[in-house]
Antibody
Framework: QLQLQESGPGLVKPSETLPLTCTVS??????????WGWIRQPPGKGLEWIGT???????YSNPSLKSRVNISVDTSKNQFSLKLSSVTAADTAVYFC????????????WGQGTLVTVSS | AIQMTQSPSSLSASVGDRVTITCRAN??????LGWYQQKPGKAPKLLIY???SLQSGVPSRFSGSRSGTDFTLTISSLQPEDFATYYC?????????FGQGTKLEIK
């Protein structure tokens, strides 16, 4: 059974970089059949797509986040990561990682989510 | 970015009711839309992909349809476990965009 697990600091200071990692178990991140993505949800609000990466490192990110987003993949560890720079309180959210099969094109497996609070 | 306008934002219904939730795209997106169910404190769960295809393991009381740029999620007979928030997501092009969500509550 495929599982995704987000990990990272629960608290980040304003202007710093938010680092998160998603560890995939029960399946290989190296498959060309999948994209891997990050989605976030501010407390009490809706969902926002952050960005997507595939096994070869091709990335797409939300222009609303301007150039603050960096998504990378480490196939040796079966992980992919998100770095969000210059964070503000508006970046406080639950961050989810998820899998998107090529062809299905929607997110079929999700991590449980991790709350990241931006505060000094 | 494609805008997805979801309605209603909230809905009260009873067990056994038939309910519909709509998402309208501000441009054509073919059938490139999915529907998700989210319960408090949980990750979203994929219900429908490609506008009308039922995800494996999802009960058949859930269905999706498309008319032009309007997409509908229908729950044919509400069950107690269906009370949740529902979102649409367009995957026609980047950036992917979600609807604002519909909170389905017990009447």
């Amino acid at each position: 059974q495929l599982q995704l697990q987000e990990s990272g600091p629960g608290l980040v200071k304003p202007s710093e970089t938010l680092p998160l990692t998603c560890t995939v178990s029960g399946g290989s991140i190296s498959s060309s059949s999948y994209y891997w993505g990050w989605i976030r949800q501010p407390p009490g609000k809706g969902l926002e797509w952050i960005g997507t990466i595939n096994y070869s490192g091709s990335t797409y990110s939300n222009p609303s986040l301007k150039s603050r987003v960096n998504i990378s993949v480490d196939t040796s560890k079966n992980q992919f990561s998100l770095k969000l720079s210059s964070v503000t309180a508006a970046d406080t959210a639950v961050y989810f990682c998820a899998r998107r099969p090529v062809g299905l094109d929607q997110f079929d497996y999700w991590g449980q989510g991790t709350l990241v609070t931006v505060s000094s | 970015a494609i805008q997805m306008t979801q309605s209603p934002s909230s809905l009260s219904a009873s067990v056994g009711d038939r309910v519909t939730i709509t998402c309208r795209a501000n441009q054509g997106i073919r059938n490139d839309l999915g529907w998700y169910q989210q319960k408090p404190g949980k990750a979203p769960k994929l219900l429908i992909y490609a506008a009308s295809s039922l995800q494996s393991g999802v009960p058949s009381r859930f269905s999706g349809s498309r008319s032009g740029t309007d997409f509908t999620l229908t729950i044919s007979s509400l069950q107690p476990e269906d009370f949740a928030t529902y979102y649409c997501l367009q995957d026609y092009n980047y950036p992917f965009t979600f609807g604002q969500g519909t909170k389905l509550e017990i009447k």
